[in-house]
């Protein structure tokens, strides 16, 4: 019935759209004033019943509920509270904000038998409840989390025995409930909510806890929550990222001014402060940046099939991050990405799947251009033209800029979302590492630490490239006074990575597992939280 009420919908709403005009002798004009208006109508009559009649009283027989169990319990919630939400229950098409609070949250996630774990509901409707009345009393609307996260203990991680009488011949069912038993799974279930500001989020989990005392057995809680009127609160982490990124403003904007002032008046820089101070210049950044220069063989040996290397990485590379490396929500307590691995498990299986589950291993190459690259420098030249500090210093000098603004920026980006998962509380095990560990990045040692303990980390590359690079100096030093060292280093060096490869997995130190499924505390790292 709601099937073919949508169907009418569509069809009505395409055929008077705007792009098609009425026409008096038109055959389709006609055949709408004759047949489809009138459906139109009746449908819409049908659906305004339905809605009247099924929705309202689900709601009331649920406000039953509630007030008696408020009554009976003598919770401590705040008296004005009960009664809105008493109004709300009772009369849910009486206000829009009523049914907007409603129609906002309050529902299973879609997709539970397969494992979704979040229904988001609908973020900003919910915000948009603003400046509301109750009783002479102002209110906006109040978005949160129902979260309800069960206890990860041996009792769960096994087989669970059900009782299969209570379920007759609904034999699917008790394997469904065995499979999210069995999975383990790390993230809390989250379902939206949405209520006035009036009412505080523990009136409202005191509220659910009285009508299911199943909620009393586990950590279930009313968190996350946001509201228009909330005030961000700005820390000395969060102003000192943005006055770090707003330095360099300082210099780009005078020298784009001086340097225009100077193209328009035709004149040239002749002060060595102020050329050093134009490098900064948007303008002349931009000249470089677009500039198409062709250099002789004389001038510059370039290596033409790097670039398709390294093209044809980056491409593996992106499919991965965008295809099974989801980093940042592994690390969330609510992910809307979680699901029973089993669909992962078919894929992977695949030969068109392979550069999205291994592509991450093409990272490699870039090691392998960097080492190739490097060599080849300083062996056209007859001795090391720098000293181990100032090429430490060099490289370091290289990469630290980019690398602040990039913590930098990962710490200021909360300010400039807006969603359900933008809470703060959500967010924090993504930011910690940028505000507590930002040091190991300055120090190029990121990769020695887990991945919770980085910011970005994608960063654990810069860090070993680093680090490679001044092991490759130290044995560019040996080759250089032709020491048979430097032959045995290099086979030592293979040697060693080979080693650190194969150890951990023969002795079963680390769990080879798909990487979409590190989603769930199967993985090492995410059950140590």
């Not at 689900?58 to 705040?78: E, K, P, R």
């Not at 102002?138 to 309800?148: E, M, Q």
């Not at 009412?199 to 005392?213: G, T, Y």
């Not at 490759?472 to 045995?488: D, E, H």
Request: charged share 15%.
């Amino acid at each position: 019935m709601i099937l073919l009420q949508l169907i009418s919908i569509i069809l009505f709403n395409e055929l008077t759209s705007a792009q098609r005009p009425i026409r008096p002798n038109d055959f389709r004009s006609q055949f709408i004033e004759a047949h489809l208006t009138e459906f139109w109508k009746n449908q819409t009559d049908s659906l305004e019943s339905y809605i009247l009649h099924h929705f309202n009283t689900f709601v009331i027989n649920h406000a039953n509920v509630f007030n008696d169990s408020s009554n009976d319990q003598g919770l401590a919630i705040n008296p004005k509270c009960l009664e809105i939400i008493d109004y709300m229950l009772r009369s849910p098409l009486d206000e829009e904000w009523i049914l907007k609070s409603i129609d906002s949250g309050f529902r299973l996630p879609s997709g539970i038998l397969s494992g979704t774990t979040t229904s988001l509901g609908d973020f900003d409707q919910c915000i948009s409840i603003q400046n509301e009345i109750f009783k002479n009393e102002s209110f906006h609307g109040r978005y949160c989390f129902a979260t309800l996260s069960i206890p990860r203990t041996e009792l769960f991680r096994n087989s669970m025995p059900i009782d299969s009488e209570r379920f007759g011949n609904q034999s699917w069912l008790i394997d469904s409930i065995q499979r999210w038993y069995h999975n383990d799974n790390f993230y809390s279930t989250a379902i939206a909510l949405c209520f006035p500001t009036i009412c505080e989020p523990n009136d409202i989990l005191q509220l659910l806890q009285s009508n299911s005392k199943f909620l009393a057995q586990f950590e279930f809680n009313v968190t996350y929550c946001q509201s228009s009127n909330d005030v961000r609160e700005y820390d000395s982490g969060l102003i000192v990222a943005i006055i770090i990124l707003c330095l360099p403003w300082l210099l780009i904007v005078p020298a784009t001014l001086i340097e225009k002032f100077s193209n328009i008046h035709q004149r040239s820089i002749s002060s060595r402060p102020l050329q050093y101070l134009l490098c900064f210049s948007l303008i002349k950044n931009n000249r470089f940046l677009f500039q198409i220069k062709k250099a002789s063989g004389a001038d510059r040996q370039e290596f033409q099939f790097i670039h398709g290397i390294r093209a044809l990485g980056s491409i593996f590379i992106m499919c991965a991050h965008a295809g099974a490396l989801v980093f940042v929500p592994m690390f969330m307590p609510i992910s809307i990405l979680a699901r029973h691995p089993t669909d992962s498990i078919a894929i992977s299986k695949t030969l068109l799947a392979q550069p999205f589950y291994n592509g991450a291993l093409i990272v490699m190459t870039f090691f392998v251009i960097s080492g190739f690259l490097g060599s080849y420098l300083h062996a056209s030249k007859q001795k090391l033209s720098l000293s181990f500090v100032s090429h430490l210093l060099l490289r370091w000098a290289r990469f630290t800029p980019a690398l602040v603004g990039t913590i930098c920026l990962n710490i200021v980006l909360q300010i400039f979302g807006n969603g359900p998962l933008f809470h703060r509380d959500i967010l924090w095990p993504t930011l910690r590492p940028c505000y507590r560990n930002w040091w190991i990045h300055l120090l190029y040692i990121s990769n020695f630490f887990g991945f919770e303990e980085m910011c970005n980390i994608q960063t654990w590359y810069i860090s070993a490239d680093l680090q490679v690079h001044l092991i490759s100096y130290l044995i560019l030093v040996l080759w250089f006074r032709k020491n048979r060292w430097a032959i045995i280093g290099c086979i030592s060096l293979i040697l060693i990575g080979m080693i650190g490869i194969v150890i951990p997995i023969a002795f079963d130190w680390i769990q080879l597992v798909l990487i979409q499924t590190i989603v769930y505390t199967k993985f090492p790292y995410v059950k140590s939280r």
